[in-house]
C-alpha cells in the first residue's frame, strides 16, 4: 500500500471524525494517511456544504467524497436512493461501486452501479431490492428514469466524478437533466481534472456557494518522468517492441487514438507472444472487465488502449505509460499519463511524436513547464529517418541521453521529410473514439514543400500513394463508451 506525503495540516484519518464503521473499513484498506484532497475534502463535505474538486486522477478523490456519503448516509432511511454519483464511464463507475461497497461494509448502506453496455434487468432488480448509492453512467442512468425503474427524486447528495470528462464526452446535456431531476438535492460536489468553461459554467449554475478544493491542478503528478520518442508512423510497432523488450517495464499501458488501432496493435503484440490484452469500445463489457482484471492480476503485462475506455482505470503499479499515438488535447494527455507514478509510485512516460505532434507537445510542455525529454532508443534502425529533425523550443540543453550538448536556438520544427502516412493514419479519421476536441486544434495538417524523401529506401518501403486529405473530415464524434 503506497504512502501518501503529509497533506496540508498532516491530519490522519482519526482526526477527519468519520464514524467507528467507516474508520474501522479505511483501515482494512490500509490506508493510514489522508491524501491531500481527502484531507481537504473531507471536512467541507462532512459540513455538508457544495464542493468543486479539482484534482488530477490518482489523487484519491474517491474516498473523498465516499467517505462523507457514508457518514452522511448512516442516519436516516434505508431504502431510498439518497446519494448518486454520475462518472463518464463504466470503468469508473464500477470502481467506484467498489469503493463504496468496500468503505461501506461495516454498515447497512447498499450500493448499485448502472451503466450500459450490459443488460438492464440485473440493475433493474438491484434498484428494486433497494439502495442508497447510485454509481451511473448518465445515459443509461436516464435510461431507468424514463423506464421509471429508478427513482431519485429524493436523492440528497449528487456528485460529479471526472466532470471535465463528461462534458468532453458531449454528456453536458444529460447531466444538466440529471441535475433538474435531483432538484431537492441538500449537496452537490463536482469533481475535475481541469476547470474548463464549460465546469466554470456548470458550477456557477448548480453549486451553492462551493469550497473549492484544488490539488496539483494541471500539472501530472510529480512522480512520473517523461520522455518524447520522435519516430514515424511507420517505425510505432517496431520502437515499441524494442522498448517493451528492452526497458525494464513493468506494467504497461499503450495508448492509441483510435479503437481499430488498439485491437491492431494488441493483436499483433500478441502475435508477437507478449501477453497483452485490448481495452476499446467496440468490445463487450464483459471482455472490456476481463481484460482490466488480466491486467491487474498479473496475466497480462500490457493493456493496449484507447483514452475513453480506460478513463479512470485504477490500477496502481502501471510502471509505464507509452502513447503510441499522440493524445488529442493536453488533458488527454494529463490524463494518460496519470495512469502512472498513482499512489506516489513512480512511473515513465513515453510519447511516441510525429512531426504534426509538435503543436500539442508545445502545450504539454507549457504546461509541464519545462521541456520534456527527445529520447532515442539506443540500438534501434531508424532507417533513414533522423529523430533529432524534432528540435526542441529554444535554446535549451538536450537532455538526450549521453548528449550533455546546448542545442542552438532553433526555428520552428518544420518536419524535414513528409512522413507517409500509413493506412492507419487514415483510418483514424475515421474512427475517433471518443475524441472530442476537433482534430484540427492539435493536429494542424502539415504542408511540406520539401520534396518527399521517400525513394525507396526509407524503411516505409516503396513509396506509397498519398491518400488523399478529406476536405472536410467528419468532427470527431462524442463515442460514449
Ligand atoms: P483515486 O484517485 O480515488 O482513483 O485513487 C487512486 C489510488 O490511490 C487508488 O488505488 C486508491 O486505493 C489509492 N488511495 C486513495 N486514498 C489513499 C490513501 N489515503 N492512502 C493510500 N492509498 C490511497
Given at each position: 500500500?503506497?504512502q501518501?506525503s503529509?497533506?496540508?495540516?498532516s491530519l ?7 464514524s467507528?464503521r467507516v ?7 490500509g490506508y493510514?494517511t489522508?491524501?491531500p484532497?481527502?484531507?481537504q475534502?473531507?471536512?467541507v463535505?462532512?459540513e455538508?456544504?457544495d464542493l468543486m474538486g479539482?484534482?488530477?486522477?490518482g ?9 462523507p ?11 431510498p436512493?439518497?446519494?448518486l454519483?454520475?462518472a ?5 463507475a ?11 461494509k461495516?454498515t447497512?448502506i ?6 450500459g453496455?450490459?443488460?438492464k434487468n440485473?440493475?433493474v432488480?438491484?434498484l428494486?431490492r ?6 451511473a453512467c448518465?445515459?443509461r442512468l ?9 427513482d431519485?427524486?429524493?436523492v440528497?447528495?449528487l456528485?460529479l466524478?471526472e466532470a471535465d470528462?463528461m462534458?468532453d464526452?458531449?454528456f453536458?446535456?444529460?447531466i444538466r437533466r440529471i441535475?433538474n431531476?435531483v432538484q431537492?438535492?441538500?449537496q ?8 474548463s468553461?464549460?465546469?466554470?459554467y456548470?458550477s456557477r ?8 478544493v484544488?490539488?496539483g491542478i494541471?500539472?501530472?503528478a510529480k512522480?512520473v ?9 511507420a517505425l510505432k ?11 525494464a ?6 495508448f492509441t487514438r483510435?479503437?481499430?488501432?488498439a485491437r ?7 502475435n508477437k507472444?507478449?501477453?497483452?490484452a ?7 463489457q ?5 481484460s ?8 497480462y503485462?500490457i ?5 475513453v475506455?480506460?478513463?479512470?482505470i ?5 510502471s509505464h505509460?507509452?502513447?503510441?499515438d499522440?493524445p488529442?488535447?493536453v ?5 494518460r499519463i496519470g495512469r502512472?507514478?498513482r ?12 512531426p504534426?505532434?509538435m503543436?500539442?507537445?508545445r ?5 509541464l513547464?519545462?521541456?520534456i ?5 539506443p540500438?534501434f534502425?531508424?532507417?533513414n529517418?533522423?529523430p533529432d529533425?524534432y528540435t526542441?523550443?529554444g ?8 548528449s550533455g ?6 526555428p520552428p520544427p ?6 507517409t ?5 487514415r483510418?483514424?479519421?475515421q474512427?475517433?473514439?471518443g475524441a ?6 492539435s493536429?494542424p495538417?502539415?504542408?511540406?514543400t ?8 526509407s524503411?516505409?518501403g516503396p513509396r506509397?500513394?498519398?491518400?488523399r486529405?478529406r476536405?472536410?473530415?467528419t ?7
Open positions: 500500500m503506497a501518501w503529509q497533506g496540508v495540516q490522519n484519518f482519526e482526526q477527519l471524525n468519520l467507528k474508520l474501522d473499513a479505511v483501515r482494512d484498506t493510514t489522508p491524501t484532497i481527502q484531507e475534502a473531507i471536512p463535505a462532512l455538508g456544504r479539482l484534482a488530477q486522477t489523487t484519491g478523490k474517491t474516498a473523498a467524497f465516499m467517505l456519503i457514508l457518514e452522511r448516509l448512516l442516519t436516516g432511511p434505508l431504502g436512493v439518497r446519494a454519483i454520475v463518464p464511464t463504466r470503468e469508473l464500477e470502481q467506484i461501486y467498489e469503493t463504496a461497497v468496500e468503505f461501506g461495516y447497512k447498499r450500493s448499485v452501479a448502472i451503466y453496455g450490459v443488460n440485473p440493475q432488480k438491484k428494486n433497494g439502495a442508497e448509492i447510485v454509481v448518465p445515459g436516464l435510461d431507468h428514469v424514463r423506464d421509471g425503474s429508478i431519485i427524486s429524493k440528497e447528495v456528485v466524478d470528462t462534458c464526452m458531449g453536458l446535456p444529460d441535475l431531476l431537492n438535492r441538500k452537490t460536489m463536482f469533481f475535475a481534472a481541469t476547470m468553461d464549460d465546469i466554470r456548470l449554475d448548480m453549486l451553492d456557494d462551493p469550497a473549492t484544488q490539488i494541471i500539472a501530472p512522480t518522468s517523461h520522455a518524447l520518442f520522435p519516430v514515424m508512423e510497432k517496431q520502437l515499441l517492441m524494442e522498448i517493451l523488450d528492452h526497458t517495464t513493468g506494467r504497461v499501458m499503450v483510435t479503437k481499430h488501432r491492431r496493435l494488441a493483436g499483433d503484440l500478441e507472444k507478449y501477453r497483452v485490448a481495452l476499446q469500445g467496440n468490445m463487450a464483459n471482455k472490456r472487465q476481463q482490466i482484471n488480466g491486467f491487474r492480476n498479473g496475466k503485462d493493456l493496449v488502449a484507447t483514452d475506455a480506460s478513463r479512470g485504477d490500477v496502481t503499479d502501471v505509460v507509452i502513447n503510441f499522440m488529442n488535447t488533458d488527454a494527455y494529463i490524463h502512472t507514478g499512489a506516489e509510485n513512480t512511473g515513465e512516460a513515453f510519447t511516441f511524436m510525429l504534426e505532434d503543436t500539442l507537445v502545450r504539454i510542455e507549457d504546461v513547464g519545462e521541456q525529454e527527445r529520447r532515442r532508443q540500438d534502425a531508424y532507417g529517418f533522423n529533425v526542441p523550443r535554446g535549451t540543453k538536450s537532455r538526450r541521453r549521453g550538448r546546448t542545442q542552438r536556438q532553433a518544420a518536419p524535414k521529410q513528409q512522413v502516412r500509413s493506412r492507419y493514419g483510418q483514424a479519421q474512427e475517433p473514439d472530442s476536441t476537433p482534430r484540427s486544434e493536429r495538417a502539415v504542408k511540406s520539401q520534396p518527399r524523401p521517400n525513394n525507396g529506401n524503411p516505409n506509397r500513394r498519398r491518400p486529405r476536405r472536410n473530415p468532427p470527431a464524434t462524442n463515442a460514449a463508451d
